[in-house]
Each structure stands twice: as C-alpha cells, then as structure tokens.
Nanobody
Framework: QVQLVESGGGLVQAGESLRLSCTVS????????MSWYRQTPGKQRDLVAS???????MYADSVKGRFTISRDNAKNTVYLQMNSLKPEDTAVYYC?????????WGQGTQVTVSS
C-alpha cells in the first residue's frame, strides 16, 4: 500500500522559511512525478510546485522565486523549501503522486504565516 506522509508545517512569521517533507512508502518515487498542492477552507486545492522523474520543475506564479521543490530518490522523499513566506501562503499543504496507476495524496500539513 502506497502512503505519503508530510511533515514540516508550522506557524511562522512573514518573511521566515519552512521546509516541508513528503516521504513515500510502498513504492519507489524515482520514476514518478511528485507535486505539492495547497488548500484553504472553502477553496479548491491548487498546484504549488511539481518535479518530474527527470527533476524538471514547475511552479505556480505566486511562489516562483520563493519556493523550491526537490527530491531525494534514495530517501523516497520530496521537499518543498519555502522562503520569504507571506500570510497568503497560509494553507494546508498536500503531497501528491501517481504510483502503480493510482493517484495518492498525503494527509496534509498546516502552514500558518502570521503578519
């Protein structure tokens, strides 16, 4: 069974940094694209960043230049380094992948940025 577990969320002040981690069990990630999404109450879940199996990355315009997605295939883990955080980055952040032909989500980790 494939499971994704996020960690690293918390409460920070505007301008500070956080690093989120998503560790996958039950499947290797080396051949999979990995993505981070975020969601606030009452809104849809939006793509924040993704990284392909070849480490090609893409970012939402709102986080370009501030967030960096990376992967460590040996650790089956994907990271989201978030710098210069803003109050509007406050959300639950979810990790996502497609493995063995199925879509999987993590349980989410809360990021709260105070002004």
């Amino acid at each position: 069974q494939v499971q994704l577990v996020e960690s690293g969320g918390g409460l920070v002040q505007a301008g500070e940094s956080l690093r989120l981690s998503c560790t996958v069990s039950g499947s290797g990630i080396s051949g999979n694209a990995m993505s981070w999404y975020r969601q606030t109450p009452g809104k849809q879940r939006d793509l924040v960043a993704s990284i392909g199996s070849g480490s090609r990355t893409m970012y939402a315009d709102s986080v370009k230049g501030r967030f960096t997605i990376s992967r460590d295939n040996a650790k089956n883990t994907v990271y989201l380094q978030m710098n210069s955080l803003k109050p509007e980055d406050t959300a639950v952040y979810y990790c996502r992948t497609i493995a063995q032909g199925r879509l999987y989500w993590g349980q989410g980790t809360q990021v709260t940025v105070s002004s």
